[in-house]
């Protein structure tokens, strides 16, 4: 979908604060003015501003609505099932609402079984009037974060199961990657704490540069487990094609023969 069509277009000025929400059966633009209130459902108009998940009784009638106030664009789950935002923070019917960001969100309602139905919502900004095409620019690229070869082999040993993009992936333990490294690499000894010490290494040189996802323990908020740092680091090496599945081959037993 290009959204919103007059954004994309580059016509039509759009008043800041405007909610675009659209699903695969249909789109609706409202404007921001205190009161305002879309709704989205399963029942269709006029019951609901914007249908979704028509064809799935999992879905309610009414399964959320997108109210204004306060100058801003407020998301309420009104249905029986959960909707699902970025980022994995979920809305149930006792949850309060949230208000919406400037920019896209898309938001997905659980239905029947792995179903899921996505909801596209775009509340425009200050910066939205005039925007220019950029069909020709060169795309930006990902932004790679620094390993060395070690660091490298290390981590898609700890995170080759993310690499195959297996669903829920977690880090290999330290003791298995020990083992593989004595396979690997049959002249070099690497121990569970020398492995642990290196990527902590890794974890507190990326933190350092602005990682995405927390890698360092807030003691304010108690002590995580290491496991969780451990697949936020992995996790965000993968998103940012930093760690890619053909550098599963440096799992081979005679790579580094």
């Known amino acids: 979908m290009h959204f919103p069509d007059s954004l994309a277009r580059g016509v039509a000025p759009v008043r800041p604060g405007t909610l675009h929400a659209r699903t695969v059966t249909g789109g609706v633009k409202a404007a921001p003015q205190a009161g305002a209130v879309v709704r989205f459902?399963?029942?269709g108009k006029p019951e609901v501003d914007?249908?979704?998940g028509e064809d799935d009784l999992h879905v309610s009638r009414q399964h959320g609505e997108l109210a204004y106030r306060e100058r801003q664009w407020w998301l309420r789950n009104t249905?029986?099932?959960l909707?699902?935002?970025p980022r994995g923070q979920f809305l149930?019917?006792?949850?309060d609402p949230i208000p919406l960001a400037t920019g896209y969100t898309p938001l997905f309602v659980k239905g029947c079984g792995h179903r899921e139905h996505l909801v596209e919502l775009y509340v425009s900004g200050h910066d939205d009037d005039g925007l220019t095409p950029h069909r020709r620019a060169e795309t930006l690229p990902p932004k790679i974060w620094p390993l060395d070869d070690v660091e490298r082999l290390l981590l898609v040993i700890l995170g080759q199961r993310y690499l195959y993009?297996?669903?829920n992936p977690r880090p290999l333990t330290y003791r298995q990657a020990a083992d593989s490294l004595a396979d690997i690499r049959r002249d070099e000894r690497w121990g569970e704490r020398k492995i642990e010490a290196r990527v902590e290494t890794v974890r507190r040189r990326l933190d350092a540069c602005g990682f995405?996802?927390?890698l360092i323990h807030d003691m304010a908020m108690g002590r995580p487990c290491d496991n969780n740092l451990l697949h936020n680091l992995l996790r965000g090496l993968v998103d940012s094609t930093t760690l890619v599945p053909t550098d599963l081959e440096l799992l081979e037993d005679d790579h580094h023969a």
Not at 92 to 95: G, I, K, P, V
């Open 41 to 43: 459902g399963r029942a």
């Open 50 to 52: 914007l249908g979704v």
């Open 79 to 81: 249905g029986q099932q």
């Open 83 to 85: 909707v699902r935002l």
């Open 92 to 95: 149930h019917a006792t949850t």
């Open 165 to 167: 993009y297996e669903e």
């Open 212 to 214: 995405p996802f927390p």
